[in-house]
């Protein structure tokens, strides 16, 4: 069973930086690996929907980021590591929420989130 663990939450001043981690295990030998999956970030802030942040493409790399992060946050993986990254900088108060990670292929696996707040 895929399990992912985020990390690198926390509390934060406006116009701060933080880097989160996702680290994925339990992949099963030579039928999938962590490569073989787009890894995303999401956030969910209080009573909204689950928004997409951030998404890195398997294979390609290819990156994708919302309009109100762009410029602001990068995604990156090390598939060495099964681990995906989202560097954030000049955090603004409206990105407080709940983080998570998820690993889309043929079957969605999320992580439990790990808490941003931004506030002076």
């Known amino acids: 069973q895929v399990q992912l663990v985020e990390s690198g939450g926390g509390l934060v001043q406006p116009g701060g930086s933080l880097t989160l981690s996702c680290t994925a295990s339990?992949?099963?030998?030579?039928?999938?690996?962590?490569?073989?999956?787009?890894m995303s970030w999401y956030r969910q802030a209080r009573a909204n929907e689950r928004e997409l942040v951030a998404l890195i493409a398997a294979f390609t790399g290819r990156t994708w980021y919302a309009d109100s992060v762009k410029g602001r946050f990068t995604i990156s993986r090390d598939n060495a590591k099964n681990t995906v990254y989202l560097q954030t900088m000049n955090l603004k108060l409206e990105d407080t929420a709940v983080y998570y990670c998820?690993?889309?292929?043929?079957?969605?696996?999320w992580g439990q989130g790990t808490q941003v707040i931004v506030s002076s």
């Open positions: 339990g992949f099963t030998p030579d039928r999938d690996d962590f490569s073989r999956y787009t």
């Open positions: 998820k690993a889309g292929g043929p079957e969605d696996h």
